[in-house]
């Protein structure tokens, strides 16, 4: 038998290699606990360049190494919850990078074609990615942006597809410098596009004026544990945190509306004789409440149906309106292919039942000017269609009850807020975020957040109340780009880039087909 050869990694594969793990790094550290803004110019140009000198299947190896380092970073909050979960949506998510590692390598253009065709096609993975399999959506390139007002603008255009875009069109300009050093009028042209696109960004956000109106909300923060939000011992706990907190949040006389989190009542609010109570006797000290609850039902056949809802109780404590939330977390909210698992192994295995859907967006009219608002329960805030959806119904305020005590106190939440940032600036309405454990604020139509929830000390999983006066446009005030036409530009990615692929294997199909030696 003969002795197995190993063939030395040379030089360029090794630097490819570090240029992977830099790439991944660099975007992580966009998003919390860091957000670092700065990296988004360069997070993903060492990975480009490094595609340009290496071989194909190395490009396709180290651009999976890339998406991999970046997912199980950026979301390893996830393992308070599931690690099987957490590495699975780890190299699901790390597919997605092939395709713009590929295109890289095997762009034989100038550089304005470069770094347009990688823009297109990350769009395009991106799209995908937040919606097949019912999406995740979360942390979009673009998103990354949030903190830096001017470079989140264009999403009132294409939404944040659009943002990350513009993110991968700078990082190809700087990796085609870095690796070609060639046709600079082309890198100048591109760079030339992206500062106006910038500068556009300044303008608009000085631009953006106050609604016409606004509405004066307390935001009930009651920083109940997770393990203790079904506890039985727990119940009394819970109605006085809210009780309490109610209360001190009434005491303002200008308040018009008091908000609590995703399920922050202990049962089902609609059949509790206890929570109904609690919530009419608030509501009669003269200020309706919009709170997250379960809510069931009961089927012709007798089987009970349940659902996560929001309820908004006006100032005599009467059940004004709801909304069931639409869009479920799987093995969260429901099991798949729960019908054909027997009851007896759902019973055995302690399987909770499952959370049924809503059917569509529900405007609540809240204040003396009646300001149409819609509610966004729990993930919600991070899919641009349903925000999208209900301005379109109507809504000139989004509401997000949510509840991020699952995860830990900064990573995932700030995550969370940031990616519901782009809602308001694609729809230019104000997006007010309620949460169980924190972030609770206040997102202007600029993307800025003008009211967050803290002790003081910059931790906000803290229990208390935040005041704000959210502004709303006129009910009749002009949609979005966005809003209006959707994910056209996203649509027009996705559309190219499976064009692309299927065109590039069927060359390769034929060219094997033509020389089969």
Not at 366 to 385: K, M, Q, R
Not at 453 to 459: A, C, H, K, N, V
Request: glycine letters at 8%; aromatic letters at 12%.
């Amino acid at each position: 038998m003969g002795a197995v050869k190993i063939k030395a990694s040379n030089r360029s594969e090794w630097l490819a290699a570090l240029s992977a793990v830099a790439s991944g790094l660099l975007l992580a550290s966009l998003f919390a606990p860091w957000e670092w803004t700065w990296a988004a110019g360069v997070a993903l140009a060492p990975m480009f360049a490094a595609a340009r000198k290496i071989s194909e299947r190395w490009a396709l190896k180290y651009g999976y190494v890339t998406g991999l380092l970046f997912w199980l970073v950026s979301i390893r909050w996830l393992t308070h919850v599931t690690v099987a979960g957490w590495l699975f949506l780890a190299a699901y998510g790390a597919l997605y990078f092939l395709p713009v590692a590929w295109l890289a390598h095997r762009w034989r253009g100038g550089a304005l074609g470069f770094a347009t065709a990688l823009a297109v096609v990350w769009c395009g993975v991106e799209f995908f990615h937040g919606w097949l399999g019912g999406g995740f959506p979360w942390n979009p390139l673009g998103a990354g942006l949030s903190l830096w007002l001017p470079g989140i603008q264009l999403a009132e255009w294409g939404g944040v597809w659009l943002v990350s875009s513009l993110v991968v069109f700078a990082n190809a300009l700087v990796a085609w410098a870095l690796a070609e050093r060639r046709d600079w009028r082309g890198v100048g042209v591109g760079a030339l596009l992206v500062a106006l696109a910038c500068g556009w960004g300044v303008w608009r956000v000085q631009r953006i004026q106050p609604g016409e109106r606004s509405l004066r909300v307390a935001l009930v923060q009651t920083a109940i544990p997770q393990d203790e939000k079904w506890v039985a011992a727990k119940v009394q706990m819970i109605y006085e945190r809210l009780d309490e907190l109610t209360r001190l949040a009434q005491e303002d006389p200008r308040v018009e509306l008091v908000i609590w989190p995703e399920t922050a009542l202990p049962d089902d609010v609609r059949n509790s004789e206890a929570s109904y109570a609690l919530v009419a006797g608030l509501c009669t000290h003269g200020t309706p409440i919009l709170t997250g609850s379960l809510d069931a039902a009961l089927l012709d056949s007798g089987e009970p149906r349940y659902y996560n809802s929001a309820f908004l109780f006006d100032e005599t404590g009467r059940l004004a309106s709801e909304y069931d939330k639409r869009h479920l977390v799987i093995a969260g909210e429901f099991i798949p292919f729960e019908r054909w698992i027997p009851r007896r192994w759902r019973d055995a295995w302690e399987w909770a039942e499952s959370i049924s859907p809503g059917e569509g967006s529900s405007i609540f009219k809240v204040g003396p000017s009646a300001i149409p608002l819609a509610p966004l329960i729990c993930f919600e805030d991070i899919l641009p269609y349903l925000a999208r959806a209900d301005v379109r119904a109507g809504a000139r305020m989004l509401i997000n009850l949510t509840n991020d005590a699952w995860f830990d106190e900064v990573a995932a939440p700030r995550q969370h807020m940031r990616n519901a940032v782009l809602r308001a600036v694609e729809n230019r309405v104000s997006l007010v975020r309620v949460a169980n454990t924190g972030i609770s604020c206040v997102i202007a139509p600029s993307g800025k957040v003008t009211a967050e929830l803290s002790d003081g000390g910059g931790r906000t999983w803290t229990s208390g109340v935040l005041w704000a006066d959210v502004s709303a446009p006129a009910d009749d005030a002009p949609l979005t780009f966005y809003a209006r036409f959707g994910d056209m530009y996203g649509i027009a990615c996705a559309t190219a880039t499976v064009f692309w692929l299927f065109s590039a294997w069927w060359r390769r199909r034929q060219k094997k087909t033509e020389n089969p030696c």
